[in-house]
């Protein structure tokens, strides 16, 4: 099993383990020192076969090969694509010019980007907000025209704001991986290219819906919960329901006790831990749908990681009494 | 559109062909080559039924042939002139005139360059480096390189394509036997 | 004059047909190797011959072959990438046309030497009427039983393929290719793995350029230790140039590699001056990529040495003061010339051929475009040089591929060496003059 060092913290991986999923398995141990050593990813997705390696954020510093070859890489390599080798080392937060480099691809993410966060449905729990707020500079320094979009709609549920998008082809990679039929895809070429259909189409598959959850930004947004709410306004219930399609285990977005949205649960690093299928994402929105389990701890370093609600007095109550008051509510 | 969407027998046949060059499981590498011959074939662009129709004919999902369609700078997503000018405008043709040939263009036939003629007859499109550098300037139109051009050359160059009237394609130079 | 190994026989009447060929002496690499040779010893020979990799990043041909995985019952493939879009070089086109069983020949030995029972020719689209030239030669050589089963006679069996694109340059990166050669878009792959272990449909597969290959076959009939002694150091045999620009004689010459650039430009055997008399400004030496160098630099390093047409003397200095010999591609302007639009004219191409995959590229090729859009538009502001500085060097080396690179280099080196340009540009818009006759 070799052994890397990353930022200082040294670790035993398995055969084939990523210079990310190294320092991912750093900081599940607890180790770090108080610091997130985990590079941070837009485009990378560990349930995602041959994701990673196009949006750059993720880039590492290796000051030393391997044992074998101590030879230090020339240029910064893609965490998420390269396996460490034994006796590696790699900076990550230690190297000064490594963070300038990242500084660099945060601000080329940003650059085309609408910055519409205002009244964008992704806000608060937005990976290029939180990459921006920690990685990127306060102003920026382009000052032409931003590239824009039409808005489409991907049949009932979808919608793509491709303005937003930073291309990150998770999407793609569901449609391929999850779905048996792919009607979205990446057209045209450099700044100009775009996820579309290219001729309107809707999307007709049981797990579509799992594009949204993948999405990193608000390029992919569900229709059904479009400006209902701002997501630090919601509350997220762990809740399950029999489904015959997915394992129906979901979080449920609450406004009092109404279901304004179901998604995927995400683990510590914004993935989602099962897909689900969805009947349960659209159609199921009446609380007495689901068994609620109790709340959420959304574990992301963004607004919603306040985890406000779970301190709110009526959150407090016993939940299968909570289930009860509503059902006999409604 | 007058035409109907389907190769005649003996272009499909070709097409059939051209997918066995790859290995089991592999033709959908022929991709390229067969849009090459659509486009040729119907009126010099690619229309999203003819690209679903190369999607048909390759037995793959029609969004994989959009995909490889609008990535590749020779294909066209939109009507076209019968005559596409690709006027080269990098280094070594912009330091030997080509920005002379593109007003010269421009004036003449009325048009800008991305614009098609009224009679679309010519569409003039901006391209990089086609590797003519030592002959520069140039222009490509079908399969032909044009090149040392001079407004003289220019001029009458568009009088033989404008007298012959003709639809010029990348795969002019017979592709039946190519390809 | 120079000896030429590649393109001596251009101006031989016919050399286009197999039977002109033949009795030019061509095949005589493939009736050696096959014949003669072990698949080791046609590797072992490129090695001795010291060849680089002709298509612009000189890496050594025959230590690129060792890497070749072998693993039982895996088809394994050579590729030879004719995607020549590096602007500046067009080379290749003029070896294929002229002469294109040269192509032929090398990819049947170069073949064998791999063990590859096939192999596909990726030509650029723009050059259908090439591929036409290189498909004609090919039947030919099936005729003639130097393609298909049991060539000459002996166990081994080809086949070989051309295979148009449609207009990308991004396909000359050679993972982009073998993505386009498989039908998808032309997106670089990300690395490892490298070709030589998964390359075209997962099988291990060495892409060469044209020149490459076809250098071969001198070196399997001259031998790899003589073809050596052409050249200096590293930069062994002869190399085709491709030379454009304000010289009075463009072409493609084949040189010897260590000549003066001095004589390549000055000489009437090659570039033969620059165009009425004027003055050398400044040189690409080796496609749009590499750094542009001003005269007196091109002409003599800064140590005061003569520049030699080798990739070590190219490379002199870094990119302090040094260039690279990359594709080949020898663009020479004179005096009247304005670096910061011809600059322009550089990065509006790497804007246009990004493949959008990875973000520095997408994003940061299509901002220096606008830049350098507005300040020859005579909008400039003073503190866009030091901005296109930054943005390139936030582009390069954190790309997926080289083109990030490529893009950047040519910023870097024409702020480097031509601030001042810039700088009256933003400075004096209304003295701004880059028109470009035709001569």
Request: glycine share 10%.
């Amino acid at each position: 099993m070799p052994k890397v060092t990353i930022d200082g913290h040294t670790i035993e991986v398995p055969d084939g383990t990523t210079i990310l999923q190294a320092a991912r398995m750093i900081m599940d141990k607890g180790e770090g020192n108080g610091e997130n050593i985990a590079p941070p990813t837009m485009c990378y997705y560990s349930k995602l076969k041959t994701s990673g390696g196009y949006c750059r954020t993720c880039i590492v510093k290796v000051s030393k090969g391997s044992e074998k070859d101590p030879r230090p890489m020339p240029k910064p390599v893609a965490s998420c694509r390269t396996n460490v080798m034994d006796g590696m080392e790699v900076q990550n937060i230690t190297s000064p010019e490594l963070l300038e480099a990242r500084k660099g691809v945060v601000e080329f993410l940003l650059i085309n980007h609408p910055l519409d966060c205002p009244i964008c449905d992704q806000a608060g729990e937005c990976h290029l907000q939180d990459l921006g707020y920690e990685h990127g500079l306060a102003k920026t320094r382009y000052d032409f025209k931003r590239r824009t979009f039409n808005l489409i709609d991907i049949g009932p549920y979808i919608k793509l704001h491709m303005t937003r998008c930073i291309m990150c082809f998770r999407c793609i990679k569901v449609a391929d991986q999850i779905t048996n039929h792919r009607y979205q895809g990446m057209l045209f070429r450099g700044d100009a290219s775009e996820i579309s259909t290219y001729i309107e189409k809707a999307i007709d598959n049981d797990f579509s819906g799992n594009v949204i959850d993948v999405c990193p930004v608000g390029a992919l947004t569900d229709r059904t919960f479009r400006f209902k709410s701002r997501v630090w306004f919601t509350k997220p219930m762990d809740a399950h329901r029999n489904c015959t399609k997915c394992s129906g285990k979901v979080a449920l977005w609450l406004k009092d006790n109404e279901v304004l949205r179901v998604t995927s649960r995400k683990d510590k690093w914004g993935e989602a831990e099962e897909w689900i299928c969805n009947e349960c994402r659209f159609e199921k929105k009446d609380i007495k749908d689901w068994v609620i389990e109790g709340p959420r701890h959304i574990d992301r370093h963004s607004v919603i990681s306040a985890n406000h609600y779970e301190s709110l007095a009526q959150l407090k109550l016993d939940i299968g009494k909570q289930q009860k008051q509503l059902n006999g509510k409604s | 559109m007058s035409k109907e969407i389907k190769f005649n027998e003996e272009t499909l046949a070709l097409c059939h062909k051209m997918m066995k060059r790859y290995p089991e499981g592999k033709h959908k590498s022929a991709i390229i080559p067969i849009l090459h011959i659509a486009q040729a074939e119907f009126g010099g662009w690619l229309s999203p039924e003819v690209m679903d129709y190369v999607a048909s004919i390759l037995k793959i999902q029609s969004i994989e042939v959009y995909e490889v369609a609008s990535f590749y700078s020779m294909f066209n997503l939109q009507p076209v002139g019968k005559c596409v000018l690709d006027i080269c405008r990098t280094s070594s043709c912009w330091v030997r005139g080509a920005e002379d040939v593109v007003k010269h263009l421009e004036k003449k036939l009325g048009i800008k360059a991305g614009e098609t003629t009224k009679d679309g007859m010519f569409t003039i499109k901006m391209v990089e480096c086609l590797g003519s550098c030592g002959t520069a300037p140039m222009l490509q139109c079908g399969a032909s390189y044009h090149e040392n051009l001079t407004l003289d050359k220019v001029d009458k160059l568009i009088e033989d394509y404008r007298t012959a009237g003709k639809q010029r394609s990348y795969t002019d130079l017979d592709y039946k036997n190519t390809l | 004059m120079g000896r030429k190994l590649l393109i001596h026989n251009d101006k031989v009447p016919n050399i286009h047909t197999l039977e002109v060929y033949r009795q030019n002496g061509g095949y005589a690499s493939v009736e050696k190797a096959l014949k003669t040779m072990t698949p080791e010893a046609v590797v072992e020979e490129v090695k001795k011959s010291g060849l680089r990799g002709r298509g612009g990043a000189g890496f050594p041909t025959g230590m690129k072959w060792s890497f070749l995985a072998k693993p039982p019952g895996v088809e394994r493939y050579l590729v030879c990438n004719a995607d020549e879009s590096e602007p500046g070089t067009f080379k290749d086109r003029y070896l294929m046309e002229k002469i294109p069983h040269a192509l032929i020949e090398g990819m049947i030995t170069s073949s064998y030497a791999l063990g590859a029972k096939t192999s596909y020719i990726y030509i650029r689209g723009e050059y259908f009427y090439v591929a036409r030239i290189l498909e004609t030669a090919i039947e030919e050589a099936y005729a003639a039983g130097l393609l298909g089963k049991n060539i000459l006679g002996t166990d081994f069996s080809h086949d070989c393929y051309v295979q148009v694109g449609a207009g990308a340059y991004i396909c000359g990166e050679e993972t982009a290719l073998l993505e386009s050669l498989e039908g998808k878009r032309g997106n670089p792959r990300i690395k490892p793995p490298f070709p030589a272990i998964a390359g075209l449909y997962g099988c291990p597969t060495v892409v060469n350029n044209v020149e490459t290959i076809a250098a071969v076959c001198p070196i399997i009939n001259m031998g790899g230790d003589e073809y050596a002694k052409i050249g200096i150091g590293r930069s062994t045999g002869t190399k085709l140039i491709s030379a454009s620009g304000h010289i009075n004689k463009p072409g493609t010459y084949e040189i010897e590699l260590g000549i003066p650039v001095e004589e390549f430009i000055y000489s009437d055997e090659y570039c033969g001056g620059i165009i009425n008399g004027r003055k050398l400004k400044a040189v690409v030496a080796g496609g749009s990529s590499v750094p542009v160098l001003p005269a007196e630099l091109i002409l003599k390093t800064d140590k005061g040495e003569p520049r030699l047409m080798t990739y070590e003397s190219l490379s002199e200095g870094g990119f302090i003061s040094g260039t690279m010999l990359g594709s080949g591609g020898f663009i020479v302007y004179d005096e009247t010339t304005s670096i910061v639009k011809n600059l322009y004219t550089f990065a509006r191409f790497y804007h246009h051929e990004s493949c959008g995959q990875c973000s520095p590229c997408r994003e940061g090729t299509g901002w220096m475009e606008k830049i350098l859009h507005r300040i020859i538009e005579g909008h400039g502001k003073p503190s866009d040089i030091d901005l296109l500085w930054d943005i390139q060097r936030k582009i390069e080396g954190n790309t997926i591929c080289p083109l990030g690179d490529a893009a950047a280099w040519p910023v870097a080196s024409a702020i480097r060496h031509f601030r001042k340009e810039f700088e009256a540009y933003i400075n004096h818009p209304e003295k701004i003059k880059d028109a470009m006759p035709i001569i």
